[in-house]
């Protein structure tokens, strides 16, 4: 069975930081990873994706000098480290799945493109 299984939520103040593991479970053909985020009475937005071939990561603008998106391919697993935190990214945050043919298909995959997603992991960041 296959299953993405977030962890490392949880509640920080402002300008804290916090780490989201995605560990993948079972056979996933895939070769890029994305997390997303969803605050509460907003879509489900993109935050980052790594094209885990050559480990060459995408961001949001959101996210652009605060978090970095990482693997271990050993532990079949990604990671989002999250610093200097705002009140603004306080959401449900998933890992999902794809594979793609290019590098560039990963950088610019939307939320519709993945076809394996997590159950979420909480953040909340209080000002």
């Known amino acids: 069975q296959v299953q993405l299984v977030e962890s490392g939520g949880g509640s920080v103040q402002a300008g804290g930081s916090l780490r989201l593991s995605c560990a993948a479970s079972?056979?996933?053909?895939?070769?890029?990873m994305g997390w997303f985020r969803r605050a509460p009475g907003k879509e489900r937005e993109g935050v980052a994706t790594i094209y885990t071939v050559t480990s060459g990561p995408h961001y949001a603008d959101s996210a652009k000098g605060r978090f970095t998106i990482s693997q271990d391919n050993a532990k079949n697993t990604v990671y989002l480290q999250m610093n200097s935190l705002k009140p603004e990214d306080t959401a449900m945050y998933y890992c999902?799945?794809?594979?793609?043919?290019?590098?560039?298909?990963?950088?610019?995959?939307?939320?519709?493109?993945?076809?394996?997603w997590g159950q979420g992991t909480q953040v909340t960041v209080s000002s």
């Open positions: 999902a799945a794809v594979f793609v043919r290019t590098p560039f298909a990963c950088w610019s995959a939307g939320e519709i493109d993945f076809g394996y």
């Open positions: 079972g056979y996933i053909k895939r070769n890029c």
